[in-house]
């Protein structure tokens, strides 16, 4: 059987906003100009507004965000840069391809960076710190700011799951030195394809950034820098101008479906990952940890038709491409064990309320097997 409640479809959101996508679209034809036009300066005025920071550069996904602001901050061969291992590899991927060397941090019951940890590994080699914001979780970035304050260590917000989340009313993104931010269309604010976002308050990254993004071009075809080719393209931006404004209302309904969630599967055997104390999620996911053998867990929904998502299912200081780090089992051992028993619940913007019940049901007829 497949699916019949994916965890995830954009589905029910196109039918709810196709005409005005369609129209978002031939206004951008008309325009006569696809890439760098007035649609991205309007959505980078308008998402910095909304993160609460002065600028915001707009790249064609948040991998090369990450990438350009290591760039930026002149990373080199063999500097270290410090992350967790339960993300998405296209964190670690852009240390990488900065020339630098990532070092990896546990986690904490939160399955987020544990703060207490950061001071162990930090090394005269350490140039900045990668903070993930995992499921819409945000991450304790103060705690880190006093860290990379005492340490001289930049802080880069990886807000690729964490759009609209906020710590004591101040929304993440704007505490660090830069953010990175995924338009990818599973994100509660998704294109219809690529993009990404870099967001910061200095005005002289931020000019050269948007150098780099253009193969270093300012104007007049002339590189002033060696750049890359990180553009996100007009109809992306147009799209997600539109979304923005719907953001914080998805956000609410997201939340709704949640707690349907949390009200009704709360079990010994299949519990909520729980929030951060003084932060407000988005609900990216709805996180829960099943103690018992989870792929098997996951396979029986899935013969119901019912789709869930892991984040993520191998931590990426054991896979093969990493090896040469150094890592071996047991070295990170929460986040192993969240890697082994995270699984997450169908949520998308728009999504019926019936359809979080069906789900409901389906676990709870499956739980019953364990």
Known sequence: MGESIPSWTYQYELKENRKTYIELINKVFDSGRLILGKELETFENN???????????GCDNATNALFLILKSIGIKKDDEVITVANTAIPTVSAIRQSGAKPVFVDVNENALIDTTKIKEVISSKTKAIIAVHLYGYPCD??????????????????CSQAHGASIKGKKIGSMGDFSAFSFYPTKPLGA???????????????????????????????????GYNSRMDEIQAAILNFKLK???????????????YYKNLSEEIFSPIPMPINSNCSYY??????????????????????????SYKN???????????????NDLPKTEM?????????????????IAYDVVNIVKKVLVKF
Do not use: W
Request: charged fraction near 30%; proline fraction near 3%.
């Open 338 to 354: 969240f890697c082994q028993h995270n699984i997450s619940l169908p949520i998308f913007n728009s999504m019926p309320k019936e």
């Open 246 to 260: 719907k953001l914080e209302k998805n956000i609410e309904e997201r939340k709704n479906i949640a707690e349907i």
């Open 192 to 226: 219809y394809g690529d993009a990404g976002i870099i967001c910061t308050n200095n005005l002289e990254k931020y000019e050269l950034l948007k150098k780099l993004r253009f193969y270093g071009i300012e104007k007049d075809y002339i590189a002033e820098v060696n």
């Open 47 to 57: 998402f910095s507004k909304y993160i609460g920071t002065d600028f915001a550069i």
């Open 141 to 158: 970035i103060e705690e880190i700011k006093k860290i990379s304050d005492k340490y001289s260590i930049t802080i880069i917000e990886d």
């Open 285 to 310: 996911l709805v996180p829960f940890y099943f103690s018992g053998d989870r792929d098997r867990f996951q396979n029986i929904l899935m013969s119901y038709g019912l789709g869930t998502n892991v």
């Open 315 to 329: 931590p990426i200081h054991l896979m093969k491409a990493y090896k040469d780090l150094g890592y071996r089992n």
